[in-house]
Nanobody, 124 residues
């Protein structure tokens, strides 16, 4: 079992930056593919970014590519989401998730572990 705890959300003006962190505990973190998702009010939860165990394979949603960067520090059991040039449409609850089964999980159902989420609000 893995427990995930997100932090780093908050209120920021458009064009600003935030760094989200997701701390994992409970089992070997380095074997787990980690992802970030988000859910805006009234919308379905959507994929944001994904990073494999080594950091050698990274994928982004087209809406955040070039602005967001996912990274991980296996020694600290932590995955990060650096968000730059934030826009009001980035406002959402951000969740980190982990998959211990799939090397490249392509749907939310392929993730075994989920955090509780952290709110990001971008004002215009």
């Amino acid at each position: 079992q893995v427990q995930l705890v997100e932090s780093g959300g908050g209120l920021v003006q458009a064009g600003g930056s935030l760094r989200l962190s997701c701390a994992a505990s409970g089992r070997t973190f380095s074997n787990i593919v980690m992802g970030w998702f988000r859910q805006a009010p009234g919308k379905d939860r959507e994929f944001v970014a994904r990073i494999n165990w080594s950091g050698g394979r990274i994928d982004y949603a087209s809406s955040v590519k070039g602005r967001f960067t996912i990274s991980r520090d296996n020694a600290k059991n932590t995955v990060y989401l650096h968000m730059n040039n934030l826009k009001p449409e980035d406002t959402a609850v951000y969740y980190c998730a982990g998959s211990s089964t799939y090397s490249r999980p392509t749907s939310q159902r392929m993730y075994d572990y989920w955090g509780q989420g952290t709110q990001v609000t971008v004002s215009s």
